[in-house]
């Protein structure tokens, strides 16, 4: 079974800083491509970093950037994204998604082939 679990996800206060993982199960993320993305309470989903398999290509939306960090360890299964300086408008549920072919990365969503059922960050006093 293919499955991404995000993790992570919690309540912090305003410039307070969260690290959200991405673990993969039944495969392995060395030759995919992974994006995080995220949807707030209301809004529509938008992409927030992704990172290309070997980790040479990295993207982030201009409103995030500067405050996160996207990273992988393959040997782990994993990807993290670190949040820093967080805000009331970070606040949406998650999620990472993988892509085959994963020499490239995209902060569109319709490439990515495999999704994650998100994890619930909340930035609030």
């Known amino acids: 079974q293919l499955q991404l679990v995000e993790s992570g996800g919690d309540l912090v206060q305003p410039g307070g800083s969260l690290r959200l993982s991405c673990a993969a199960s039944?495969?392995?993320?060395?030759?995919?491509?992974i994006g995080w993305f995220r949807q707030p309470p209301g809004k529509d989903r938008e992409g927030v970093s992704c990172?290309?398999?070997?980790?040479?290509?990295?993207h982030f939306s201009d409103s995030v950037k500067g405050r996160f960090t996207i990273s992988r360890d393959n040997a782990k299964n994993t990807v993290y994204l670190q949040m820093n300086n967080l805000g009331p408008e970070d606040t949406a549920v998650y999620y990472c998604?993988?892509?085959?072919?994963?020499?490239?990365?995209?902060?569109?969503?319709?490439?990515?082939?495999?999704w994650g059922q998100g994890t619930q960050v909340t930035v609030s006093s």
């Open positions: 998604a993988a892509k085959r072919r994963g020499d490239l990365c995209s902060l569109y969503a319709h490439p990515y082939d495999l």
């Open positions: 990172i290309s398999q070997s980790g040479d290509i990295i």
């Open positions: 039944g495969f392995t993320l060395d030759t995919y491509a």
